[in-house]
């Protein structure tokens, strides 16, 4: 009987510790600490240390270093484990409250390499200057954006390092119309214009084609005026020809 009571002591006793356990000082809403939590890990580092995943079905996951209401700067980081150890080294997500923008790194145990940088009014900024962006595709090549399929935008800006105006300067060498027609006989496409193979292979470059098609463009131009003069010329001429004959036919 005493042996009886005894377990049935120590048993109440357990649950009585257990439910203490999980019960915060409002009757069980609530559970606050002054000591670290670790889960999955008995020697947490920090305030609150989780060896594993963390999994919600609703509702936001909030980590912040201040006031809930203050808008300040905060840290979200994953460690590299080694044996269950965390290293100092690994990757971490920090908000700036001072400039407004939310920062991609990955750090090792002295320096922090910035990935992307997200600023509140939508700018994305890339660090270090060497990063690129694939969209599509994970294959960037030396692109700093590439995309694999189309574009659609309603203006696209190219800072193009040259124009094609070096057309209407007096020591500019314009092909004589000839030796255009001999290049396409030739070659099959226009000179300074690259081929059809050439394009299927290589591509273009948006503002360099767009400098050398208003090269043709000028040329063109200079062609025209060109004949202008010519046919001005032979009207003329033919002006002058036409009243020599009225003489001869009025004799």
Do not use: C
């Amino acid at each position: 009987m005493k042996k009886a009571t005894l377990t049935l002591f120590i048993f109440l006793i357990a649950i009585s510790l257990y439910t203490q356990q999980w019960t915060g000082p409002d009757g069980g809403n609530t559970i606050t600490t002054s000591y670290s939590v670790g889960i999955g890990t008995s020697n947490p580092s920090e305030k609150l240390v989780v060896y594993g995943n963390i999994s919600t079905s609703e509702g936001d996951i909030l980590l912040t270093n201040s006031t809930i209401n203050q808008e300040d700067s905060g840290t979200i980081r994953w460690n590299e484990y080694n044996n269950g150890n965390p290293n100092k080294s690994g990757a971490f997500i920090r908000y700036n409250g001072d400039n407004n923008y939310l920062q991609f790194l990955t750090n090792t145990e002295t320096t922090d390499y910035e990935h992307i940088r997200i600023y509140r009014g939508g700018n994305l900024l890339l660090q270090p200057t060497s990063g690129a962006v694939g969209i599509g595709t994970i294959s960037t090549g030396s692109h700093k954006l590439a995309v694999e399929g189309s574009i659609g935008a309603r203006e696209i800006k190219v800072q193009a390092s040259g124009w094609s105006d070096f057309v209407f300067l007096d020591d500019y060498k314009l092909p004589t119309l000839q030796e255009v027609e001999d290049h396409i006989k030739k070659k099959g496409h226009l000179q300074d214009i690259p081929s059809a193979q050439d394009v299927a292979e290589n591509g273009i470059r948006l503002g360099e084609m767009d400098a050398r098609l208003l090269q043709k463009i000028e040329e063109l131009t200079l062609y025209m005026i060109s004949l202008k003069k010519e046919v001005r010329s032979l009207k003329a001429q033919n002006q002058d020809l036409q009243k020599q004959l009225n003489q001869i036919k009025s004799r």
